[in-house]
């Protein structure tokens, strides 16, 4: 055997590296991101969670009537109003549409009546001096004062009713916005005078994205007073609706009736203002 050839043989070989395998294993460390459901399903979640706590209602108005032993014609047992809605569910739900729809037609015009009213009492403190007043005259006095005068002006119809639940959910809205616009971060206001910039900028880069949380608050207080709003505008203007179903109940003791009416007015508003308040979060959640 020659010296290179042994020198070859004495030489070890060369040890591989192990080399990183590509892998599909989420590390156990970190968590999957979840997957946001979709609006329609977040908005019933909201509604469910809203309506359950009624069952406890339910349970302590029937032990009220079983041990007080009230008689059916001040207060009907639970069980029986439950029972007068489902023979005819049919009627309680277009009823309680039609009072929905005046109600969500009130709180869109009142809102946007509202904002506009904050709005230029922002721009101008005489507007806001000469705003201030009539706005608060238009909640002293009752639906049933007003409804007759606004009826003779614009008829008794369905225009006139929303009318009546917008004049009830524009304040909050304006109390609520103008607020918000008023109370920008502070030093903001002067920075943004040091630099220069014009009043509308001003507005729109920072009193809006301040008085933007607010407004949305404002919202979930108005659709609750809009319901009791629009059912007592039905109720005085004779129209169609829950209000004006409950109170032909009462005049003709319809007891049973009559409670069914306040128990599905009762679930549409916690249904509306379960879906407003999912859709002031998600529009919060949106514009941070």
Same mark, same amino acid.
């Given at each position: 055997m020659t010296p290179s050839t042994s020198a070859r043989a004495t030489v070890a070989p060369t040890a591989r590296l192990p080399t990183a395998e590509p892998s599909d294993e989420v590390p156990t460390g970190l968590a999957p991101p979840r997957r946001r459901p979709s609006v329609a399903l977040f908005l019933l979640g909201r509604v469910v969670n809203a309506l359950w706590p009624l069952a406890l209602i339910l349970v302590a108005w029937w032990a009220w009537v079983r041990l007080g032993h009230l008689p059916p014609a001040v207060a009907p047992d639970p069980s029986g109003v439950l029972t007068f809605i489902a023979h005819d569910p049919g009627s309680f739900a277009l009823d309680a549409l039609r009072t929905a729809g005046v109600v969500l037609g009130g709180l869109v015009v009142g809102a946007v009546a509202g904002a506009l009213l904050a709005t230029v009492s922002w721009f101008s403190r005489l507007a806001r001096a000469v705003i201030s007043g009539p706005a608060l005259l238009s909640q002293c006095l009752p639906v049933a004062t007003i409804s007759p005068v606004l009826a003779k002006v614009f008829g008794y119809n369905t225009t006139t009713i929303v009318i009546i639940t917008a004049l009830i959910a524009f304040f909050p809205v304006m109390v609520f916005t103008a607020s918000g616009l008023a109370r920008t971060p502070?030093?903001?206001?002067? /920075?943004?005078?040091? /630099?220069?910039?014009?009043?509308?900028?001003?507005?729109?880069?920072?009193?809006?994205?301040?008085? /933007?949380?607010r407004l949305l608050v404002s919202l979930r207080v108005s659709i609750v007073v809009a319901v009791a709003g629009a059912m007592l505008?039905?109720?005085?203007?004779?129209?169609?609706?829950?209000?004006?179903?409950?109170?032909?109940?009462?005049?003709?003791?319809?007891?049973?009736?009559?409670?069914?009416?306040?128990?599905?007015?009762?679930? /549409?508003?916690?249904?509306?203002?379960?879906i407003v308040s999912g859709l002031c979060r998600l529009a919060s959640e949106r514009f941070e």
């Open positions: 502070a030093g903001a206001d002067d /920075l943004f005078v040091v /630099l220069g910039a014009r009043r509308l900028d001003r507005f729109f880069r920072l009193a809006v994205p301040s008085a /933007l949380p505008a039905q109720w005085v203007m004779g129209t169609s609706g829950l209000g004006y179903r409950l109170i032909i109940a009462q005049s003709s003791f319809r007891t049973s009736e009559a409670w069914a009416c306040s128990v599905v007015s009762i679930v /549409l508003s916690v249904i509306l203002y379960s």
